[in-house]
């Protein structure tokens, strides 16, 4: 069962549009926790709230899962995925990110927790108008050493 949930649960996150957010009803537990960068929200309420506001705040969304693995045990699973759409609140500008999402299953398949792993500062901090050339700055310094 945790494995199908999980496939069900990762072809649907590949073909995430604003109407079919409703969906993840079907394959998320009540009490989902669900964790990014910037978020760490309790409740499937809370996530469905969290992902229609992101795709308010992001348009032209893609979402391209491009590895599939599921831990010998069965009741984690990990996706490898690439990102990118265009933030409103920047005027339109083109964004992306790579990451990784660590799914954990219940008995019955269902989802209780997605945590997303992504670089928030290369992927998003360092496009901000003022804060992102200090970032850039840095990151070079680092790298020169």
């Known amino acids: 069962m945790r494995i199908a949930g999980f496939e069900a649960y990762a072809n649907l996150l590949a073909s995430l549009r ?10 998320t537990a009540e009490n989902v926790r669900f964790k990014d960068p910037f978020h760490d929200v309790q409740g499937r309420g809370a996530m469905l709230a ?3 506001r992101t795709f308010q705040d992001v348009g032209d969304v893609t979402f391209t899962i491009t590895h599939r693995c599921m831990a010998e045990q069965g009741d984690v699973g990990f ?14 500008r083109a964004w992306s990110a790579d990451g990784m999402t660590e799914v954990h299953l219940d008995t019955q398949g269902m989802v209780t927790a997605h945590i997303d792993y992504w670089d928030a500062a290369s992927g998003l901090y360092e496009m901000l108008p003022v804060i992102g050339p200090v970032l850039r700055f840095i990151r070079r310094r680092i790298a020169a050493f």
């Open 18 to 27: 604003p109407e079919t957010l409703p969906e993840m009803r079907r394959v």
């Open 50 to 52: 969290l992902l229609e």
């Open 79 to 92: 996706l490898r995925w690439h990102m990118s759409g265009r933030l409103r609140k920047l005027g339109g």
